[in-house]
């Protein structure tokens, strides 16, 4: 990460711990996790949502490779057209990577620690979803820099999120239950860095 006092704390950008901010995202987190526990949960929602979702044998369409990235891109995008966003440069580049950083430990650490097998058999990692992770932390991200000024921002962000876990439940790569824990970690794993940022001095 890049060197220096951290600009965070002269912009006076709120990063105080709240509960309050926890209870979507865990939540998120914990129905994921429930669901993928209980084996009559999994067959009753995960197995039925995925028999509906592939239904008509479409072919793929694999496009959430790419969009997984556009909510943290268009934080940068933004940035460099001129739009104002809480933090400067050095923190962006900061907190973006120690977010991505932290999710990704967070969502392999788990997926290798319950080995649940993806709705294709023979993959042992479907749990919880990268993709989502990633897309979900970006919109976080988004919504925090911008969402306050832009809330049309902020909503964006989260719709294409939304839109990127949609694909990986239409595109045989997860199951429901791994699209919401990889949200919430997602967003969870955003909110701690920015909690954090004063504390890390990066």
């Not at 669901?35 to 039925?48: G, V």
């Not at 479409?58 to 460099?80: C, D, G, M, W």
């Not at 057209?81 to 962006?92: A, M």
């Not at 997602?186 to 954090?196: D, E, H, N, T």
């Amino acid at each position: 990460m890049l060197r220096g006092q951290s600009d965070s704390l002269k912009c006076g950008y709120d990063h105080s711990f709240g509960w309050g901010q926890t209870i979507a995202p865990a939540a998120l987190v914990a129905t994921g996790s429930i669901i993928t526990a209980s084996p009559w949960l999994h067959t009753q929602l995960d197995k039925s949502i995925h028999d509906w979702s592939q239904r008509d044998n479409h072919p793929r369409f694999e496009a959430e490779n790419v969009i997984q990235y556009t909510p943290i891109a268009s934080i940068l995008i933004l940035k460099a057209c001129g739009v104002k966003s809480k933090h400067g440069w050095r923190d962006l580049v900061n907190l973006g990577v120690g977010s991505g950083l932290l999710s990704f430990a967070i969502s392999h650490g788990m997926k290798y620690a319950t080995r649940v097998e993806r709705p294709y058999e023979g993959v042992f990692n479907s749990f919880p979803s990268g993709h989502t992770t990633t897309a979900f932390m970006g919109a976080e991200m988004l919504r925090r820099e911008y969402g306050e000024e832009y809330p049309g921002i902020a909503i964006a962000g989260y719709t294409v999120a939304t839109g990127v876990g949609l694909l990986r439940i239409y595109n045989n790569r997860h199951w429901a239950s791994d699209v919401l824990a990889g949200a919430g970690i997602g967003i969870l794993s955003a909110s701690i860095m920015y909690w954090l940022a004063p504390y890390l001095r990066f």
